[in-house]
C-alpha cells in the first residue's frame, strides 16, 4: 500500500512538472532497434511501446558492498514503483563492479554495447574517474546516484549526480551551526594529505568567511595519525566556540574521542566523513554534540521520504540508509527526464536530466544545475542520545 | 608542562613498538617487517577476545600476548629459518617477511575486514590524573611504565641471562654457536617469539590509547619505530625507549611552535640532525670488526 501511495506522490507531481515541457518534439531514434523507445504524449501522459533499458552499476561484492546492496535494493523498488505509473515502463539491469575500477569498464563496456539508455552508477568515485569517461566518449547518459568527489560532472556533458558535493552541504552546515551556537572563533583541523578532507577543509574556510567567523588557527594532521592529543592541546589553549574538522571517518572517531577526553566541551563540526553511523558507535559518548551535515537523513519529514522508508522497511527487513534514498531519489530524476521529452533514447534522457528543476523526490525538491550537480537543501544534524537528530 | 607530558607519552607508544622491532632487529640482525602486521593482529584480536568473549581486557593481554608468541614462532620458522643458509639471508628475510606480514594482514582482512574497529568505551578505567597541571590517563601512564619495565628486564636478559648470552652469540655468528653447542634454532624462535609477543601486546595498548584500530595502523607506527631505532642506536633497547621520546617530544613541540604542516619535517629533520653527529645513534656503539 505504502509504495503505491509513494508511485501516486511521484506521479502527480510530474504532471505538473510535465506542463512546462509540452512542446518538444521528440527527435527520431538513430537505429531501427532505438525506434520503439519514443513515445507519444508528454509526462504523466507520456506512453513509450517499448521498456526503456536502465542499467547500474554498483559495488555489489568487494570493500564498497555494504553501500552497493543498498543501492540495488531502493533502485528495484523505484522502478517497480514507477512501473505501477504506467505509460513508461522500466526494464532494470544492475551488475557488480566488485569495488573494482576494472571490472566496471567491462561492466560500463556491456553496457554501452547493450543499449542501455543510461547508466546509473557507479557505487564510488574513485571507480566513477575511469568509466564515466567510456560512456561519455559513447555518448551515454550516466547519473551518479553516491560519488561526491570533485571532478566527476567535469568529465564531460553526459555525466550528471543526484548525490550532494560535500562544497553543497558544508555551507549550509556552517551557516546552521553559527546561527545555533552564534559561532565567533573557532579552530579548524583537518587531514591535509587526502584529495577529499583537503577539498571540505576549502568549503570549510570559505563558509566560514562568508559567516564572519574568526578562524583562530588552522591545525593540520595525516590521514593516518591516530594520536591528536598533541594538537587537541593546542586547539584547547586557544578556546574555541567550536572545533570545525575534515576528516574521514577513521581519524574523526579517535579525534572527537580524545578531544572529550582532554576536555573539549565545544561543539565539534564535521565534514561528511562524519556523517556515518560509525562515528556514534565508535566514540560513544564522546559523540554527543557533533554537527554534521548531509545529504539525506532518516528522520526528515518530507512526506515522500516518510513513505519511502516505511515501504523500503517493509519490503527489505531494513531501515534504508543515505545510499539507498540517493538510488531511489535517481531513479525518480531519470523517470523525470524520460517523460520530459517522452523518449528512452540517450540524447533525449541526457536533455532531460539537464533540465530537471525543482523535482520533488525522496530527497527533498531536486534541480540540476549547469554543472549538471544536483541541488537540494541539506539537512544538518546533531548527535543527540546516540542517534542522529535534526539540528533545529 | 602538558606540552612535555604529551610529548613523553606520545613518545612512549613509539617506544613499546620499537623495543619488540629491535629485540630482533639488533641483537639478531634481522630486520622483521612483518611486525607491523603483528601489532595490527594484536590489536584486531583483542578487540575480538573483549567484545566476542566478552572478556576483561586483563585477561584479554595475556592471550594476545601468546598469541603474539606464536606467530613470532611461525614467522621465524617460516620466512627466517628457510632462508638461514644463504648467503644474502638479511635482504631475503627482509623480504619474506613483508610477504608473511601481508599474509597476515590478508587473514585478518578475511576475518574482521577492513573497518575500523575498536574496543567498547568501558574496557579500560578512562581515570584522569593530574600532575604538574597537566592531565593525562591511567592508560598513558601505564604505557610509560611498561615501555620503561620492558626496557629494563629485556636489557638484564640479553646482557645477563642464558638466553640473552645465546642471541648475542648467535648474532655474532650462527655457525661458532652451533658448534658451540647453543640450540641456535630455539633461541632464534624464542627471541621472535618475545619480539612479537611485545608487539602484539604493543597493539592492544595502542588502540586503547587511540580508540581506533584497522590493518593499517601497523604501518603507521613502523616507520616511526624504524626512525627510532637508528636514532637510539641499533640494537640498544634503552637506546630504542630514549630514542622514542625524544621522536615523541620533537613532534609535539614542531606541532606546537612550528606548526602542525611541518611535524613530520622537523622530527625527521632531527633524525638526521642527531646521525650526522653521531652516525652510530644515541646509544649505539661504533661496530668494530676485528680480523
Known sequence: MSSRHLSAIAGGSLLLLALAACSTTPPAGDDAEAGGLVGTGTGAECSIESEVPIAAA?????????????????????????????????????????????????????????????????????????????????????????????????????????????????????????????????????????????????????ALEDEGVEVIETLTFSK??????????????????????????????????????????????????????????????????????????????????????????ERFDGAPDQFAAQAYAGMQIVDEAVRANCSGEREDIKAGLGGITGLPTVLGDVSINENRDAEHEALVQVVEGGKFAILD | MQLFVDGIFLGSIYALFAIGFTLVFGILDRLNLAHAAVFSAGALVGIEVVTRWGLSIWLAIPIVFALGALLGVLIERIAFRPLAGRHDAHFAGLISSIAFGAIILSVLQALYGADTRRFPADAFPSTRLEFLGATFSLLQLMILVISVGLMVVLTWVVAKSKLGRGMRTIAENPHAAAVLGLNVGRISSMTFAISSALGAVAGVLFTLN????????????????????????????????????????????????????????????????????RPQGIFGARKVREV
Do not use: C
Open chain 1, 224 to 313: 593516518t595519525d591516530t594520536d591528536f592529543r598533541a594538537l587537541l592541546d593546542k586547539a584547547k589553549q586557544s578556546d574555541p566556540d567550536a572545533l570545525v574538522v575534515s576528516a574521514l571517518i577513521e581519524a574523526a572517531v579517535p579525534l572527537v574521542t580524545q578531544a572529550r577526553e582532554i576536555g573539549i566541551d565545544a561543539p565539534i563540526i564535521g565534514g561528511n566523513g562524519f556523517n556515518s553511523p560509525a562515528l556514534i558507535s565508535g566514540a560513544g559518548e564522546a559523540a554527543e554534540g557533533v554537527i554534521v551535515g548531509a545529504a539525506w537523513n532518516s528522520a526528515s519529514e518530507n512526506e515522500q521520504n516518510v513513505a519511502f522508508i516505511e515501504a523500503y522497511t
Open chain 2, 210 to 277: 587511540v580508540n581506533a584500530a584497522n590493518l593499517g595502523i601497523g604501518h603507521a607506527v613502523e616507520l616511526k619505530a624504524l626512525a627510532v631505532i637508528i636514532l637510539g642506536g641499533l640494537g640498544s633497547l634503552p637506546g630504542a625507549l630514549i630514542g622514542g621520546l625524544i621522536l615523541g617530544l620533537a613532534e609535539v613541540y614542531a606541532v606546537n611552535t612550528v606548526g602542525s604542516s611541518w611535524r613530520d619535517m622537523v622530527a625527521f629533520g632531527l633524525l638526521f640532525l642527531v646521525l650526522i653527529i
Open chain 1, 58 to 206: 554498483f559495488s555489489l561484492t568487494g570493500a564498497a558492498a555494504q553501500y552497493g546492496s543498498s543501492q540495488k535494493n531502493a533502485l528495484e523498488m523505484a522502478v517497480d514503483d514507477l512501473n505501477e505509473v504506467g505509460g513508461v515502463t522500466y526494464a532494470l539491469t544492475v551488475e557488480d563492479d566488485a569495488t573494482d575500477p576494472q571490472q566496471a569498464i567491462q561492466v560500463f563496456d556491456g553496457f554501452i554495447s547493450s543499449g542501455a539508455s543510461v547508466i546509473i552508477g557507479p557505487t564510488l568515485s574513485n571507480t566513477a574517474k575511469q568509466t564515466n569517461p567510456i560512456a561519455q566518449e559513447a555518448g551515454v547518459p550516466v547519473l551518479g546516484v553516491s560519488n561526491t568527489a570533485a571532478g566527476i560532472t567535469e568529465i564531460g556533458d553526459y555525466i550528471f549526480r543526484d548525490s550532494l558535493t560535500e562544497d553543497a552541504v558544508i555551507p549550509q552546515t556552517v551557516a546552521a551551526a553559527v546561527e545555533e551556537f552564534g559561532l565567533e572563533k573557532v579552530v579548524v583541523m583537518y587531514s591535509n594529505d587526502d584529495a577529499f578532507t583537503e577539498s571540505g577543509y576549502q568549503a570549510f574556510a570559505a
